[in-house]
């Protein structure tokens, strides 16, 4: 797996600590469990969002300042990624805005 095997492991291990604090902090104070793993989830589906919008935004910029320059200079992937991050930021927003309004 080379990489991944150490990406898996980690995450692996991360959910497991996780499960395991939401069970004492479920037991000893009744905290609901289910609230903590929708926000979780919410959270997770937002960065996903964010990196697919982010993703094609990188994408397109690129093929853009390819179109002038060189895309891969400094101050161009400065502006693509600043661009991209408001981008994503953006995505994220509207996916959100339903949400919130009204």
Known sequence: MGAFGTLLSTILGFSLA??????VLSRQFGIETG???????????????????????VYALNFLIGLVGNPFGSLASFFCDSGCCLHGGHGVYLSNFKNTCC
Request: aromatic share 10%.
């Open 18 to 23: 996780n499960y395991l604090i939401l069970r």
């Open 35 to 57: 609230r903590v793993v929708q926000k979780t989830a919410e959270i997770l589906l937002f960065s996903l969002v964010m990196y697919v919008v982010s993703l094609v935004g």
